[in-house]
């Protein structure tokens, strides 16, 4: 079954993973859980230690230092959730696997209720905050259906719908490679959609599912900042530059198969994580995103302001700083 990891030290310093027990998950302090892509599953437990440390190699500033919070990731049991990606475009307002209903029970349901009973609103809000899902591929899909599933379970113990979308606007999303429907998805959690207009998974998806709402049938080559919701952007951009590649569904497929790795060499797939998550300017206009966004996620104190994810972290050089923000700037202007 679908598992919840994070790493531990035993008695001797030695690093290793732990599958956490999720009726036993106490959130009580910032936590970052990684919903993974549709790869890495239980019997790889290589995958899923390699997308722990890049969880963590992506949240390290420039300083070498990262956040103080507690860092998950999630894997899953086969790849049946490949088929949940065409279930859930389906039906995005409502569907939600019973993956995600186990996530939601264990992850948003003991900050917004004990026994059985709604807690006080700004005591939900205040442990909410404590929560920031990255999903990335298949991940962002399931993020998704948490929230779903998150809204049905909240309603079923007394919650108002309009209560629950108060409340869980307080849970940061960074989604990367996305593959879910940002159109269909207005006012969940605060969101950042990164998705590359030269990504064919992404494409894919989109042309598939909203074909009257194409969001890349231009392919533009600059990044865009559309705001889609009062909680969601979407982020577009080339993922990575890289000739001759037609995105047939055979060699797709093979791209996305291939064993991932911490740092995947130059020439591998614009949906590869790398694309979305770098920190080097010269890699491309996605560049620094997702650092500032969880960074700034972890260290929230207050209701998130989706805008206020972009801002740029005080440890980059002013030049770095003023580079991030005109780009940011001429994203968002240009819509």
Aim: proline fraction near 6%; hydrophobic fraction near 40%; charge should be positive.
């Amino acid at each position: 079954m679908a598992k919840l990891w994070k790493n531990v030290r035993d008695a001797k310093g030695k690093s290793r993973m732990q599958e956490i027990d999720l009726s036993t998950l106490a959130i009580a302090s910032p936590t970052v859980i990684y919903l993974t892509g549709f790869m890495t599953t239980d019997s790889r437990p290589s995958y899923v230690a390699a997308n722990l440390k890049s969880l963590k190699n992506i949240m390290r500033d420039k300083s070498g230092n990262t956040p103080a919070a507690e860092i998950y990731v999630w894997s899953y049991s086969n790849l049946r959730n490949v088929f949940n990606l065409a279930a859930y475009n389906c039906r995005p307002e409502h569907a939600c696997s019973a993956t995600a209903v186990k996530l939601a029970a264990g992850v948003i349901m003991p900050l917004v209720s004990e026994n059985g009973q709604p807690l006080p609103r700004a005591e939900a809000q205040k442990r909410l905050r404590n929560v920031t899902f990255f999903g990335y591929s298949a991940g962002t899909i399931l993020a998704q259906e948490v929230f779903n599933a998150s809204m049905k379970m909240m309603q079923k113990i007394g919650y108002k719908p309009e209560e629950v979308r108060e409340l869980l606007r307080e849970v940061v999303l960074v989604s990367a490679g996305n593959v879910s429907r940002p159109a269909k998805e207005k006012n969940r959690f605060t969101t950042l959609y990164l998705a590359g207009s030269d990504d064919g998974m992404t494409i894919w998806t989109d042309r598939i599912w909203s074909p009257r709402q194409n969001l890349f049938a231009r392919l533009p080559r600059q990044m865009t900042i559309k705001q889609m919701s009062d909680t969601s952007l979407l982020i577009t951009a080339p993922a990575k530059k890289e000739k001759n590649i037609h995105y047939t569904l055979r060699n797709l497929f093979a791209r996305l198969t291939r064993r991932p790795t911490i740092k995947p060499p130059s020439d591998v797939s614009p949906h590869a994580l790398l694309h979305y998550t770098t920190s080097d300017d010269t890699h491309g206009q996605f560049s620094k995103i997702a650092l500032n966004a969880l960074i700034n996620a972890v260290n929230r104190k207050t209701t998130p302001d989706v805008f206020q994810l972009l801002e740029p972290l005080p440890s980059h050089p002013p030049q770095e700083t003023a580079i991030y923000r005109d780009r940011i700037k001429k994203a968002i202007g240009g819509n």
